[in-house]
């Protein structure tokens, strides 16, 4: 039973470029969410994904952007790349109206110079 | 906003040993509480939650307290093992919101 899947597992980009983040939840999962994790810090919610919309947002600016395929799998999309948005990136799936438990990949490591 | 804190970065136990690990929470809204667990290289695992309904849940080894008057909460191992070694991180939310915040993390060592 294959988990949360992400792709790529590291890339680095340049300032001002745009980056596209890929995510295949659990199986069974209906419901996928994206983080942010900077370095020495906990993993920051950017927004959530259910029946191909975004259902909940974080405090992130809209260059970060998102969809969801009829297949459930996500993309993290980030426009005019900042130093300052290089992190691990973390997909995490869900079924929706369970309880916790949020099923994690382990990530897409983006580095912007 | 550093709504949850995890104050102590690292935490060193000998095997057989209690691991307890803390996290506060400036939030009084937040009524529902999770641990994730992080090996290198790998997603966060889901390790145990507790509402705020309750002070105590346990599953095995682990146990989470909340205190809710003092806005606080930690997870005890007992007994430690060497494979408990991880990063954890304490995370809240409320009303059920997806919005989880999440500590800084706490990295676990248990030496054998």
């Given at each position: 039973d294959a988990g949360v899947t992400q792709s790529p597992t590291h890339l680095i980009k340049t300032r001002g470029q745009q980056v596209t983040l890929r995510c295949s939840p659990k199986s069974g999962h209906d419901t996928v969410s994206w983080y942010q994790q900077a370095l020495g810090q906990g993993p920051q919610f950017i927004f959530q994904y259910y029946e191909e919309e975004e259902r909940q947002r974080g405090n992130f600016p809209d260059r970060f952007s998102g969809h969801q395929f009829p297949n459930y799998s996500s993309e993290l999309n980030v426009n005019a790349l900042l130093l300052g948005d290089s992190a691990l990136y973390l997909c995490a799936s869900s079924l929706d109206?369970?309880?916790?438990g949020y099923t994690f990949g382990s990530g897409t490591r983006l580095t912007v110079v | 906003d550093q709504q949850v804190k995890q104050n102590s970065p690292s935490l060193s136990v000998q095997e057989g040993r209690i691991s307890i690990l803390n996290c506060d929470y400036t939030n009084s809204m937040f009524d529902y509480f999770l641990w994730y667990k992080k090996y290198p290289a790998e997603g966060p695992t889901f390790l145990i939650s507790i509402s705020s309904i309750k002070d105590k849940n346990e599953d095995g080894r682990f146990t989470v307290f909340l205190n809710k008057s003092a806005k606080h909460l930690s997870l005890h191992i007992v007994p430690s093992q060497p494979g408990d070694s991880a990063v954890y991180f304490c995370a809240a939310s409320v009303?059920?919101?997806?919005d989880m915040r999440f500590g800084a993390g706490t990295r676990l060592t248990v030496k054998p």
């Open positions: 109206g369970q309880d916790y | 009303n059920n919101n997806n």
